[in-house]
């Protein structure tokens, strides 16, 4: 029900704002093909130089789990090109090398993290995803 994913967005939104660090994020590649986890990891074991971060995304108050790159002390979207001015980034956490071949796990126990945070009417009676 859209009302319930309305409130859901910005119940999680709120919640990225007061927990996590908004970070600078510069524009990289230009792929926008909903595959960040594994442009990052491509470019991070391409590159040897860069780290992969792990990042929500706000829009509009629209959340999404984002992942980017950390090359020489800067923040970098290899994803969304020029989009990437358009969205605010909250930093959750570095990824570490040996998780880079599961960054699917990644994604999915934070995505699980994140919909634990909502509360009861809003997992019950909504259709959230991330």
């Excluded at 629209?62 to 930093?91: M, R």
């Amino acid at each position: 029900m859209k009302l319930f994913t309305d409130a859901a967005d910005k119940f999680i939104a709120e919640y990225v704002r007061k927990t996590y660090r908004k970070i600078d994020v510069k524009s990289g590649g230009y792929m926008l093909n909903h595959k960040c986890h594994l442009n990052a990891v491509n470019y991070a074991v391409e590159k040897k130089e860069s780290n992969i971060v792990l990042c929500v995304t706000l829009f509009n108050d629209e959340p999404n789990i984002h992942f980017i790159n950390f090359t020489k002390y800067k923040y970098v979207d290899n994803t969304l090109g020029q989009w990437s001015a358009t969205y605010d980034y909250y930093l959750v956490r570095f990824i570490a090398e040996n998780e880079y071949y599961s960054i699917v796990d990644v994604f999915s126990k934070y995505r699980a993290e994140l919909n634990r945070c909502l509360p009861w009417y809003l997992r019950l009676f909504g259709e959230y995803k991330f």
